[in-house]
């Protein structure tokens, strides 16, 4: 699903979350965003909210907490991404409001996925490198943060792992669990909440993350 273009990844208007829900979402989440600005996020949150949809599935990027994934990572280990994401955000808002008439958080659903797919086409102007370029990345990053451990800020209370139907991380395995045919039953534990992974080393390495991208 989160390999499709932009035309399928998006479902129907009717299953998709309300402009309303979107701007609610981003005003309680607010405090939490580390490195992107207002204006940043509110656009970051749009598009992948449109990228990953909630829908008959299940939960979405905006559950997962994608944008703060990526907000996060981006002020450590994809820090040399932030120069990327200041200049094309901007673009996206600029070629929101010339080819639809207003900013991307505000267009229709429909709207919104025909500037995705102008830009995963490449036939948005005004990006760096071009619109292609930064689509592939922002759907890298949004993957990432749909599917990563909840540690690193995405997957939000599992969703990710539970729309895949990964148990979560296991130090064991049965011969039970092992067998064919048995959907395995969800343990909802991140690698860090065990003794054998250090909460206090991943900080460190985040914080060497922000150093060298700086």
């Not at 909210?49 to 450590?76: C, F, K, Q, S």
Request: net charge negative.
């Amino acid at each position: 699903m989160a390999a499709a273009p932009a035309g399928t990844l998006a479902s129907a208007a009717a299953t998709a979350p309300s402009m309303q829900d979107a701007v609610i979402s981003s005003q309680q989440t607010r405090k939490t965003f580390e490195t992107l600005s207002a204006s940043e996020s509110d656009t970051l949150e749009a598009i992948v909210a449109r990228m990953i949809p909630t829908d008959a599935n299940g939960p979405g990027a905006a559950e997962a907490g994608v944008a703060h994934y990526i907000d996060r990572a981006l002020g450590g280990a994809l820090a040399s991404s932030r120069p990327a994401y200041s200049a094309n955000l901007a673009a996206v808002e600029a070629y929101s409001r010339a080819s639809k008439g207003g900013p991307f958080l505000r267009l229709t659903p429909a709207d919104q996925d025909a500037v995705l797919s102008d830009m995963e086409g490449n036939a948005a102007p005004g990006f760096m490198p071009n619109s292609a370029a930064f689509f592939d990345l922002l759907r890298n990053h949004t993957i990432q943060g749909m599917f990563c451990d909840p540690y690193y800020g995405g997957n939000a209370n599992f969703v990710g792992w539970d729309l895949l139907g990964y148990p979560g991380v296991r130090t064991i395995v049965t011969a039970d669990q092992q067998r064919m045919g048995i959907a395995p039953i969800p343990n909802h534990k991140s690698a860090y909440d065990y003794d054998m992974f250090s909460k206090a080393s991943a900080k460190v390495t985040l914080r060497r993350d922000r150093s060298d991208g700086d």
